[in-house]
């Protein structure tokens, strides 16, 4: 076994583009459900809406990308009024409702129009001018300690992680505030949030919308990243890992979901190549190559159950704020 | 302050000319509602005709279990909505305005179960009753310079207040954290962080242990001279008869009483519908009527 290897695999991933894009897209959700009590279980769906609007902007329309951006961060805005305004003066579990069957019926509705590329999606030089901004030398790689990334890739994670830094900072300003305060008194007891003046439903409005649009950011980095949107990729799947990575990570913490995704894609890729490596040299010898896939999710998942257990405020969390006697 | 003392005296003074009956018009009245209606199903859990609030006064709300004082409060304070009726605060008719908006023009109430908010510390609490803060604005937020001396100043005046409800060493405490009472005490504090003109405070005193009664006591009185209007609803006779200026009885929805706490007390009406322990049982059975309607409702 080569444990170099597996290790190098690993740590690629725990910092390559897709825990980029689960990190873009948990910082959004961590603003909604860990400062805002916001349930919301179809975060995907603003993803998808980010993916797509630069994906039929630059592909099929021809515009360039960064007007692209613009346009997926309005579509953003629109799906979160769309889905807050009816809801959010109901309970929160309404909320639940609404953002699952939504992001059902977006993906569905992405495959059965032709202009949004049907089950096929959009392929395309989506990150064409994104491509053109690099700023490396033309290196063949670039070596990161036992990782090394190619040029194209090197830029995509120096670009991706310098969006998640300005969103961990405009998360931190945000949480610091009184804005970020009404925020939490909103998680603890809207009634008593109300009772003090505050009219809960606006601020429930802005962090849906904050935290959309922080999503959408996700879809775009990922339709630049792959140069293709699949309408398959934004099954509700996703929005239960960005909760997996939160509540690892710690919910209500600024460096929670950086921590948490990181640590989720680290830990998946490891056991994945672990069983390969193992397989293939002989050493595991009750499961065959097929079986892996799944059986590494059942080994994460009984990680993430012991972490329930033993450690239920996550990485970050603190234990004695969890445990308060919330009534 | 001798100034609003004086008013607060004379406020008082003249609950004590008035002939006690129920719906009496008041010399200054804060607070005026009109055949006030609150239908849970085919039960009628408020139905009050008219009452009127003496400004500067402690008006106390009492009656048995099941009466609808608490449900008058929440549809006076927004929190419900009322099947009829008008109500007006300062003049200005409130009928089923949101709590936020009438809790900015000064009238702001607590809970019966208290709403402290765990996860905030004690201080953050305070400072969520600040009115008119730039900071609660979204891209003023993220600008500090815009916000942190107004949030100094009114850290300053949350921790006086802190102060006189003994909670300021708890300031850097989650507000979970607290004993029941000292989340009672917590939620008025709270609630003067408004400035507000008239407080009402639904069951200030229960789970509260004798100690911190008396001091919550002053603490009412205490509002009362700096000119804010209270009205309570409460169960705890004594403190009912030691604190309040005025006393409004329920029972059933609507006001059977009204009066100085000397002459509710004797008023034979009030002593056969809440006092008396002989009907205790027949009142009950119209309390569990309300619960029961309120099941069927929802």
Known sequence: ?327 | MPADAVIGNAAVEALKNLDPHPGVAKPDPVLVADGVVRQFGGLRAVDVSHLEVQRGAITALIGPNGAGKSTFFNVISGFDTANEGTWSYNNQTITNTAPNKLARRGLVRTFQLTKSLSRLTVLQNMLLGAKGQTGENLFSAIFKFSWSAQEQANTKRAMELLGRFNLAQKSADFAGSLSGGQRKLLEMARALMLNPDLVMLDEPMAGVNPALKQSLLDHIRDIREEGTTVMFVEHDMDMVRDVSDWVVVMAQGAIISEGTPASVMRDQRVIDAYLGAHHDDALTDSGQSLTTAEETDA
Not at chain 1, 6 to 20: K, M
Not at chain 1, 308 to 326: Q, T
């Open chain 1, 1 to 327: 076994m080569d444990f170099g290897f597996i290790l190098s695999q690993s740590l690629t991933q725990a910092i390559g583009v897709t825990a980029i894009i689960y990190c873009l897209a948990a910082i959004g959700l961590n603003i909604q459900f860990g400062y805002g009590g916001l349930l919301n279980f179809g975060q995907v769906a603003f993803v998808a809406v980010g993916a797509y609007a630069v994906g039929v902007v630059v592909v099929e329309v021809g515009l360039s990308l960064w007007l692209a951006i613009l346009i997926a961060i309005l579509a953003a805005t629109v799906l979160a009024l769309l889905l807050g305004v009816p809801t959010l003066r109901l309970r929160a579990d309404y909320l639940a409702i609404v953002t699952i069957a939504a992001s059902e019926i977006l993906r569905f509705l992405a495959k059965s129009f032709d202009f949004l590329g049907g089950s096929q999606g959009i392929t395309g030089s989506i990150g064409g001018d994104f491509s053109d901004l690099n700023p490396l030398p033309d290196w063949e790689r670039f070596e990161l300690g036992p990782i090394s990334f190619t040029r194209v890739d090197m830029w995509l994670v120096l670009a991706g992680w310098l969006v998640i830094a300005i969103l961990t900072v405009l998360t931190f300003l945000l949480m610091r505030s009184p804005w970020g305060r009404v925020v939490k008194g909103v998680r603890e007891d809207e009634d008593a949030v109300r009772s003090l003046g505050k009219n809960t439903y606006l601020f429930k409005l802005q962090i849906l919308i904050i935290g959309g649009v922080f999503g959408s950011f996700a879809g775009m980095y990922s339709a630049i990243a792959k140069g293709a949107v699949q309408p398959d990729g934004f099954v509700p799947d996703f929005t239960f890992f960005l909760y997996v990575m939160l509540i690892l990570g710690g919910t209500a913490r600024v460096m929670g979901p950086l921590l948490g995704a990181a640590i989720f894609w680290f830990l998946l890729v490891f056991v994945e190549q672990f069983l390969k490596e193992g397989v293939s040299s002989g050493v595991i010898t009750f499961i065959s190559t097929t079986q892996i896939g799944p059986v590494r999710f059942i080994l994460v998942g009984v990680g993430l159950m012991a972490l329930i257990v033993f450690r239920p405020e996550g990485i970050l969390g603190d234990r004695k704020e969890l445990m308060l006697d919330a009534r």
